[in-house]
C-alpha cells in the first residue's frame, strides 16, 4: 500500500496526522529544518514523540533538510545522534554532508533525498542510490515520465508532493529570499517574495506574477501509483492541526476506496487554497501554474453580495447561499477574482438561504463570497483524544502467577507476573471482578476487547492488586507495541557512502580562475592557461571543439533542469564531446554525468556547496563555495576554493511557461523574447533555455561584483560574463588588473560576501 507522508509542525498537527491514520509524519528539530518558523520539536522531546507515532503505527521522518555551515557540523552531530537514539525511521537530507556523518553516528537510520537537492532525472537519482540513499523526493517540477524513468533506472522508494503549497522556483534553487534581505530558503528562512506583486515587461501586466496555485492531486492518485510513487506527500508544516488532519483524511479515504467526491475537493478548498487547484506540473499545461489575482487563502465560493445597506454603526450585507453558514464561521469578498475584504460571520438573519451578516465595511452587489473558515470542520479535525487501540485480551491466573496474551495485529503479546495468592474464605473474587478491573483502561491509549478469564477456584486477589497487574500489563504492552511497530532499519545501506570515493577516480585538478560565458573570443583571451572555461551548453559549436582539442582547460555548463527527454539528447550530445572536455556541474546529474564518463568536473554554485564534508565527499579538487557564505565561512572550509565575484547570479529557475500565461500564445506561435519582472528593488532578467523542454533563469536585478583582492590568497575568482556583450573583454579586464571598475550604468552588490545569511 502506498504512504501517506503527513507534515508535523507542531505537536497538535502530528496527533492530528496519526488519529486521521497517516502512515508517516515528517517533522523537523530546532536547526537544520526548512520550516524554522513552525513551533517544531527538539531533540530533548524527540523520543516521547516517535514512540508516541510508533505507538499508532506510524513512522517518523526527521528533517535535516537545510544547508550547513562548517562551525555548525558539531551540532549536525548531536541531531544524528539523537535520530540513531530514539530510532527515528528516517532523515530528509538536502545537505551531503549529513551523508558520510549518518554513516558514522546513525547508521541504522535510513537516509531520503530532500526535494531541496532538486533530483528530477534517472541521472542524478543513480548518483542518490550510490551513496545510499534509500528515498527520493522528487522536485515536484517532475512529471509521469520523469518518474516512471527514475523507477525504471533505480532500486529507490519514490515519494511525490501531491497536496500543498508550490515553490515557483525549481526545488533547492531559489535565492530570491536570500538576496532580498538575508533570510535563505536555503537556511528555512523563505520570506516568499515570490507572493508579492510583480510588473512584467512583455505586457506591461502588473500582479502576484510569480505565486503559484496550491496543487492537488487526490483525483490522480493512480497514475502516479502506475508510475512508481511510494510516498505521496503533503505540504504544510505552517498549516493548522486541523488542515492536517482534514487532508490526510482525504487522501486516506482516496487511496483506500479509490473514490473522490466534489464534497472532498471543496472541504479541501475551505481549509486551504490559493486561486483554486492546480494539477501540479505532472498533470497541468505549463501556463496554468500561476494565480495572479491574489497570493492567499481564498477558500471556497459559496454565494454573492446582493445588497449593502449602511446603519447608523455597522453595514448589513445580504448574500444568498446554499451553505450552511454559521456564527464563527469566516469569509473573504472577492470583487474580479482579487480580494476587497473579509470578516467573521455574525447572522441578524437568516431565512430561506438568504443571510443577512454584520461587517465593518461596504461591499458591491455581485463581489464573490468565500468560505474561508468552516467551524464545523475545525471542530471535526480537531483532536482532543486520540483513539482507542482495540486488543483482544486472554487472562489465566493461578495461586503463583498470573499470564496475558494480548492480540494486536495478528501478533500475540505474552505477559506473566509471579504472585502469591491466597484462598478464599468467604468471598472468591469472581471472573466478572478480574474483567471489571482489565476494562478501566481510562486515559491509557488502549482498548481491551473479547476479554477471555480462566481463573483457578477459591483465589481472593485484592482488587488493588489486580488494578497494578493491569497498569503493568499495559505499560509491557506499551513499549511491546511500540517494538513492533519500530521500523528501525538495521541494515540501512547508506555505509556505502564511505565507499563512494573509490568508485570513481575523479582527476586532481588545478586550483583555478574560473570564467563562465556564452562565448568567448579564445584568440583574444588574455589569461593564464590554468584558468578554467566554462562555457554554456547552448553554445558549443565546431570552433570550441576544436580549441578543447589542444587545450584541457574547457568545460561545459549544462542546462540546471533536464526532464527524461531533455537528458536523452544532453546525453547524445555528451558523447561526442572530446573526454577532456571537462563538466562544470551546477547539479547532481551534471556532476553524475562528469564522473560516469571520466570527465574532470568543477563543482558548481548550483550544487550549494556550504562545507568540507560535502567537498571531500564528492571528491571535489575544484569547486566554488556557495554565494550565500560570507568570506570568513568560506575561510572556514580550510580548503582552496573559487568565489562567484562577477556577474547576475541566477535567483530563480522556472519550468512553468510564463510567456504562455502573460500572452496566451502557444508553442507553435511562440511569442517570447527575453523579457523583465520587476518589483521596488530592481528588474530581473527573464532567460529562456530551450533542450527539448523550455526553462526560464531569472538573473538578480543587481550585478555581483568583488574585486581579485578581496579573496585572499587561497581563493579564485569565479565570474559569469554571459550577460555583457564584450564579454572577452571584460573577462580580461578583471583578471588582469586589480583596479578594474565596470560601467556606472550597471547597479552593483557584494551579495553575501561580507555579511553571510541567517
Known amino acids: 500500500m502506498v504512504e501517506i507522508l503527513s507534515p508535523a509542525g507542531n505537536i497538535a498537527a502530528l496527533k492530528s496526522a496519526v488519529a486521521n491514520r497517516a502512515d508517516a509524519v515528517y517533522l523537523g528539530v530546532e536547526q537544520f529544518n526548512a520550516r524554522l518558523k513552525a513551533d517544531n520539536f527538539s531533540t530533548q522531546n524527540l523520543k516521547e514523540w516517535v514512540e508516541f507515532c510508533h505507538l499508532y503505527s506510524t513512522k517518523v521522518y526527521v528533517t535535516v533538510n537545510t544547508l550547513i555551515k562548517e562551525k555548525e557540523l558539531p551540532i549536525l552531530d548531536e541531531i544524528l545522534i539523537a535520530c540513531e537514539n530514539t530510532k527515528v525511521d528516517a532523515i530528509i537530507v538536502a545537505d551531503l554532508a549529513v551523508v558520510p556523518k549518518a554513516a558514522k553516528l546513525c547508521p541504522s537510520v535510513s537516509l531520503h533525498a530532500s526535494t531541496q537537492m532538486g533530483v528530477h532525472n534517472y541521472l542524478g537519482a543513480k548518483l542518490l542510490e550510490e551513496l545510499g540513499f534509500s528515498r527520493v523526493v522528487l522536485s515536484r517540477e517532475c512529471k509521469i515520465e520523469d518518474i516512471r524513468s527514475i523507477k525504471q533506472h533505480t532500486n529507490l522508494e519514490i515519494e511525490y508532493f501531491v497536496h500543498g503549497a508550490m515553490c515557483v522556483s525549481f526545488s533547492g534553487s531559489c535565492l530570491l529570499s536570500s538576496i532580498s534581505g538575508g533570510n535563505s530558503g536555503n537556511r528555512g528562512l523563505c520570506l516568499q517574495p515570490c507572493r508579492k506583486e510583480y510588473n512584467e515587461s512583455l505586457t506591461g501586466s502588473k500582479g502576484y506574477l510569480i505565486s503559484p496555485k496550491d496543487q492537488c492531486l487526490i483525483e490522480n492518485l493512480q497514475d502516479l501509483i502506475y508510475a512508481g510513487v511510494d510516498s505521496f506527500k503533503i505540504e504544510g508544516r505552517l498549516k493548522s492541526a486541523e488542515y492536517v488532519g482534514l487532508v490526510t483524511a482525504k487522501y486516506k479515504k482516496a487511496i483506500e476506496s479509490g473514490m473522490v467526491t466534489n464534497g472532498d475537493i471543496c472541504e479541501m478548498k475551505r481549509a486551504f487554497n490559493r486561486g483554486g487547484f492546480s494539477k501540479g506540473y505532472a498533470f497541468t499545461s505549463k501556463d496554468k501554474i500561476l494565480y495572479t489575482k491574489s497570493q492567499n487563502h481564498i477558500g471556497e465560493k459559496i454565494g ?38 473579509g470578516f467573521e460571520i455574525s447572522i441578524i438573519e437568516s431565512k430561506d438561504k438568504h443571510y443577512k451578516l454584520y461587517s465593518k465595511y461596504p461591499f458591491g452587489r455581485g463581489d464573490s463570497v468565500h468560505i474561508t473558515y468552516d467551524s464545523d470542520l475545525s471542530n471535526k479535525y480537531s483532536v482532543n483524544d486520540m483513539p482507542k487501540i482495540t486488543v483482544e485480551v486472554e487472562c489465566s491466573i493461578t495461586c503463583d502467577n498470573v499470564e496475558i496474551a494480548a492480540i494486536y495485529k495478528n501478533h500475540k503479546i505474552e505477559y506473566s507476573e509471579k504472585c502469591n495468592f491466597d484462598s478464599a474464605i468467604n468471598n472468591p473474587t469472581a471472573v466478572s471482578d478480574i474483567k471489571n478491573s482489565l476494562e478501566k483502561t481510562g486515559n491509557t491509549p488502549f482498548e481491551f476487547t473479547k476479554i477471555g478469564i480462566n481463573i483457578q477456584d477459591n483465589l481472593f486477589i485484592p482488587k488493588s492488586v489486580i488494578n497494578n497487574i493491569r497498569r503493568n500489563f499495559v505499560e509491557f504492552l506499551r513499549k511491546e507495541i511500540i517494538r513492533l511497530n519500530s521500523f528501525y532499519n538495521t541494515k540501512s545501506s547508506h555505509n556505502n557512502s564511505l565507499d563512494f570515493g573509490k568508485k570513481y577516480q575523479i582527476s586532481s585538478i588545478e586550483n583555478s580562475d574560473i570564467i563562465i560565458a556564452d562565448k568567448i573570443d579564445f584568440d583574444s583571451l588574455n589569461c593564464k592557461s590554468s584558468t578554467k572555461i566554462a562555457l554554456n551548453y547552448n553554445n558549443f559549436d565546431k570552433s570550441i571543439l576544436n580549441y578543447a582539442k589542444n587545450h584541457n582547460n574547457l568545460y561545459i555548463k549544462l542546462p540546471k533542469i533536464a526532464m527524461t527527454a531533455d537528458v536523452n539528447v544532453i546525453l547524445k550530445f555528451m558523447e561526442n564531446l572530446p573526454k577532456n572536455v571537462g563538466v562544470y556541474a551546477d547539479s547532481l546529474y551534471h556532476y553524475y554525468i562528469a564522473v560516469s564518463q571520466g570527465r574532470n568536473v568543477i563543482g558548481g554554485m548550483g550544487l550549494n556547496l556550504y562545507n568540507s564534508e560535502s567537498v571531500k565527499l564528492l571528491g571535489l579538487k575544484s569547486f566554488v563555495a556557495s554565494s550565500e557564505l560570507s568570506k570568513n565561512e568560506i575561510e572556514d572550509i580550510g580548503m582552496p576554493c573559487a568565489v562567484f565575484t562577477l556577474g547576475y547570479l541566477h535567483v530563480m529557475y522556472f519550468c512553468h511557461c510564463p510567456v504562455q500565461h502573460f500572452t496566451n500564445c502557444k508553442c507553435d506561435s511562440c511569442k517570447y523574447k527575453p523579457y523583465y519582472l520587476s518589483d521596488k528593488y530592481g528588474e530581473y532578467k527573464v532567460k529562456r533555455v530551450k533542450i527539448i523542454n523550455c526553462y526560464f533563469e531569472m538573473l538578480n536585478s543587481n550585478c555581483h561584483f568583488i574585486t581579485k583582492d578581496k579573496l585572499g590568497n587561497e581563493h579564485f575568482a569565479c565570474i559569469d560574463v554571459s550577460e555583457f556583450e564584450n564579454s572577452t573583454q571584460i573577462a580580461n579586464n578583471y583578471l588582469n588588473s586589480s583596479c578594474f571598475i565596470l560601467s556606472n550604468s550597471i547597479k552593483l552588490t557584494k551579495g553575501h560576501y561580507f555579511r553571510g545569511v541567517k
Open 304 to 341: 454573492e453580495v446582493l445588497n449593502c445597506v449602511k446603519t447608523k454603526d455597522y453595514f448589513k450585507i445580504e448574500i444568498k447561499s446554499d451553505f450552511n453558514l454559521k456564527n464563527g464561521d469566516g469569509v473573504k469578498i472577492m470583487r474580479n477574482d482579487c480580494e476587497v475584504g
